[in-house]
């Protein structure tokens, strides 16, 4: 038997139409809040100083706990794709918890039931 389990999320941004995503696309800010690491896109299309502080300061304010890795870095593949710790009680994710706040549940847990796994 295989299982997959999920490690990280991986997002990726578009740099270029910033400011109209973030308004006309209110999922992407759901998006962005749920993610281990955000992937800079086209960042080769533009001037290294459009990568501004304003923009790394609204990605940080989303979610201050993810990674922000420009996919044209030198250090791209290195970065992206190794495993980190996701939660870290140290580190609090407020926009998460604003945007997926836990829901009472009135139903119960299975003791039979070990783990939930994809057959690829």
């Known amino acids: 038997m295989r299982t997959l389990s999920i490690d990280a999320v991986l997002v990726t941004f578009d740099i270029l139409n910033t400011l109209s995503i973030l308004k006309h696309h209110p999922e992407i800010h759901k998006q962005l809040t749920l993610a281990d ?10 001037n ?5 502080n304003m923009l790394l300061n609204t990605l940080k ?17 290195s970065t992206a794709f190794i495993s980190k710790t996701l ?8 926009q998460f918890k604003r945007c997926y706040p836990i829901a009472p549940y009135d139903h119960i847990h299975l003791s039979t039931i070990r783990a939930f796994s994809l057959d690829c």
Request: proline share 5%; aromatic share 8%; net charge negative.
């Open 37 to 46: 690491k955000i992937i800079l896109t086209k960042t080769d299309l533009t």
């Open 48 to 52: 290294p100083k459009t990568l501004s």
């Open 61 to 77: 304010a989303i979610n201050p706990i993810a990674q922000i890795i420009d996919v044209h870095s030198d250090h791209f593949y």
């Open 87 to 94: 939660w870290d009680e140290k580190t609090e994710n407020t």
